[in-house]
């Protein structure tokens, strides 16, 4: 169960910005069905859910002026909703012999929400040229797949070190891999504000959608956050805040106070999770019929079509 000790995430505006152009998700991924008319004894318009199939949790940074980067994160985040509720294969019929086929649907989701944001782009001479970064996580235990563009960054904690599973879409980190700079020059460099791939965007050539597979073990963080968070941030930063905080709520607020303390120049950006050490099942070890089920009944149901329009 995803809830507010193992997985939490906050977006602030920060201290410099009119308004923020960020945006996140943290969402189960679940089998349901909505009951009608039967002869069970059970109300109409009950929803049944089956066990948790998968964990999503992303960011985005938008960009390209106060409408354009708000719109940006928005529409990528909401057409991903859309997408992942529409494309049940993705959460229903997931297997270990299907993975390859799979990394290549993250891949395409990535290019299909690119495509997406650029058409909108020249739909509206207002937001032309509006352009987010996506680092979204997706979770079936024990597998993370990290699907990633620009400069956000999604980190493994695990044993009191620190991985970065993320590359910064830079044309700082590009000299530096190039060796055309050397690294310790990358942070101050004017070109690491300058983005290479990114959803939507000017550029004309076809999005990178980078793909990551790692193997989580019980007790590992993962922390996704923006470049208005990282950029402040060291090693022994983060493993200060993960293992000294009590809650995932607790490293998020901390993390945000620590961007604030170093000027708060940016939208500042994080979820944190925890696999718990003990779950209380193991969804690869447990058959479909021992998953629990749970009950929720609703007069109104909400359909991906109120994703579509105008949103405040």
Not at 220 to 231: A, E, F, K, N, Q
Not at 232 to 240: A, E, F, G, S
Request: net charge negative; with cysteine; charged share 25%.
């Amino acid at each position: 169960m995803i809830d507010e000790h193992n997985c939490y995430g906050v977006t602030d505006i920060g201290l410099k910005r009119e308004s923020n152009q960020d945006s996140f998700l943290i969402a189960q991924l679940s089998k349901s069905m909505v009951i009608g008319a039967n002869s069970l004894g059970v109300e109409p318009q009950t929803r049944l859910f089956g066990g948790i199939c998968g964990w999503l949790m992303l960011v985005a940074d938008g960009m390209g002026g106060h409408a354009g980067g708000e719109r940006a994160s928005s529409l990528a985040v909401r057409y991903l909703i859309e997408r992942l509720l529409n494309n049940i294969h993705w959460f229903f019929q997931f297997n270990r012999a299907a993975e390859i086929e799979f990394i290549d649907s993250l891949k395409k989701l990535l290019r299909d929400t690119h495509h997406q944001i650029q058409s909108e782009g020249q739909r509206d001479i207002t937001l032309s040229g509006m352009g987010t970064t996506l680092t979204m996580t997706y979770l079936v235990w024990p597998s993370l797949y990290v699907v990633h563009a620009g400069d956000s960054r999604c980190y493994l904690i695990r044993d009191g070190r620190v991985e970065l599973l993320t590359t910064d879409h830079t044309m700082a980190r590009r000299l530096v891999e190039s060796g055309g700079m050397n690294p310790e020059d990358e942070a101050t460099s004017r070109w690491s504000n300058v983005l290479w791939n990114v959803l939507g965007g000017k550029s004309q050539e076809e999005i990178k959608a980078e793909v990551r597979q790692v193997e989580l073990r019980r007790g590992d963080h993962v922390v996704i956050c923006t470049d208005g968070l990282h950029r402040h941030l060291n090693d022994d930063t983060i493993l200060n805040v993960i293992y000294r905080s009590e809650s995932c709520n607790d490293c998020c607020h901390e993390f945000i106070r620590i961007a604030k303390q170093h000027g708060g120049d940016d939208n500042i950006t994080v979820i944190v999770a925890q696999v718990p050490p003990e779950p209380a099942y193991d969804p690869l070890a447990t058959t479909a019929s021992d998953l629990p089920v749970t009950i929720e009944t609703e007069a109104a149901l909400l359909d991906t079509a109120d994703f579509d329009g105008p949103h405040h």
